[in-house]
């Protein structure tokens, strides 16, 4: 299997030097693909599992990069979402010292996967139900909750 980082600048020389057919065969690929989000959220997924090595060590690269920019976000999220930041450490708190325990199975369709704790109310900062990321997202995201059934 070839290096991802040498494949990879090869593919960034190759655009440069034909950047307008790169950009055409994208915009007809995304066309064709319009309707069809998920299959290509489970390519991304794909790919980054088979490169996990690559994935992390440029997300390492590009922390370090923009150390600066990174540093300013978080300041400015933890400023904007003061309530969250401490729901969030005290349900961290509460794990390490065994007062809150994290079930192996989802509260609200019971998958046995790894769960994260959702806050209804950050203000109630030990109230946490203990969703899969699939719940999870669907909470935030405005779908429908799986329910189980």
């Not at 994208?26 to 599992?49: P, T």
């Amino acid at each position: 299997m070839q290096d991802p980082i040498k494949h990879r600048l090869s593919q960034k020389k190759y655009r440069a030097a034909n950047l307008e057919k790169c950009r055409e065969r994208e915009r007809l690929w995304r066309i064709r693909n319009r309707g069809n989000r998920g299959r290509y959220a489970f390519l991304v997924r794909r790919w980054k599992e088979q490169n996990h090595e690559y994935v992390l060590k440029y997300a390492r690269e590009w922390r370090k990069k923009n150390q600066a920019e990174r540093n300013s976000y978080l300041k400015k999220w933890r400023d904007r979402n003061h309530q969250k930041m401490l729901a969030h450490s005290a349900v961290e708190r509460a794990l390490v010292s065994g007062k809150l325990v994290k079930p192996k199975r989802c509260q609200s369709c019971g998958k046995k996967s790894p769960v994260d704790g959702h806050h209804a109310d950050y203000a109630k900062r030990l109230e946490v139900r203990w969703l899969c990321r699939r719940c999870h997202n669907n909470i935030h995201h405005g779908g429908e909750k799986h329910e189980r059934g």
